[in-house]
């Protein structure tokens, strides 16, 4: 199973918005309503920020929202703060009844 | 408050074996399937394997880089989850996390994690 494709890297000014894309297949993203996303601070253990495409666990920002469109979901930040400068990783169930991680996509806040 | 634990991790030489254990304590153990996702250092992370609730059969799945060698198993008497890792490589030098889904019958939605244990294979 190969990793999702993210891109290496975004960036944002404070207050914009941006959008992380993360593509699969019809085996993994296009198949399943399974994607979710993480963010990773240098040192720290990741955190779960999105699941099901879209839902916001309990104490995620809404600034935070996720979607998708046959094999690509996204994540979309807005109102940009310093502190969403991280990593940031997309995964999905596969047919194969495992998961799948994307390569990962770090956000810069200039 | 839910709380993971991972210890064993170490140095260990190419080809030998290795015990990883998570700890779970906060919740009600035996209601959720338990996850492992490794990370190599300066890397992204990558998903290992699972096992299910006892509920589910205990049955396991694994990344196709360690199927064969990755075991997961666990103890819901002593709320502990095992990756037990044979003929270990280079490659799988990796900080290991352990994680457990968002609420029970879920899947893939990894709300917990521990702290990881570094896991070293060099000769």
């Known amino acids: 199973q190969s990793a999702l494709t993210q891109p290496a890297s975004v960036s944002g000014s404070p207050g914009q918005s941006i959008t992380i894309s993360c593509t699969g297949t019809?085996?993994?993203?296009?198949?399943?309503?399974?994607v979710s996303w993480y963010q990773q601070h240098p040192g720290k253990a990741p955190k779960l920020m999105i699941y099901d495409v879209s839902n916001r666990p309990s104490g995620v920002s809404a600034r935070f929202s996720g979607s998708k469109s046959g094999n690509t979901a996204s994540l979309t930040i807005s109102g940009l703060q310093a502190e969403d400068e991280a990593d940031y990783y997309c995964?999905?169930?596969?047919?194969?009844?495992?998961?799948?991680f994307g390569g990962g996509t770090k956000l810069t806040v200039l | 408050e839910v709380q993971l634990v991972e210890s064993g991790g170490g140095l260990v030489q190419p080809g030998r074996s290795l015990r990883l254990s998570c700890t779970a304590s906060g919740f009600t153990f035996g209601d959720y399937a338990m996850s492992w996702v490794r990370q190599a250092p300066g890397k992204g992370l990558e998903w290992v394997g699972f096992?299910?609730?006892?509920?589910?059969?205990?049955?396991?799945e694994y990344a196709a880089s360690v199927k064969g060698r990755f075991t997961i198993s666990r103890d819901d008497s002593k709320t502990i989850a095992y990756l037990q890792m044979n003929s270990l490589k280079t490659e799988d030098t990796a900080v290991y996390y352990c994680?457990?889904?968002?609420?029970?019958?879920?899947?893939?939605?990894?709300?917990?994690w521990g702290q990881g244990t570094l896991v070293t294979v060099s000769s």
């Open positions: 994680t457990r889904d968002r609420a029970p019958r879920e899947l893939g939605t990894y709300a917990f």
């Open positions: 019809s085996s993994d993203v296009g198949g399943y309503n399974y």
């Open positions: 995964s999905s169930y596969t047919t194969s009844s495992t998961w799948v």
């Open positions: 096992i299910r609730s006892k509920a589910y059969g205990e049955t396991t």
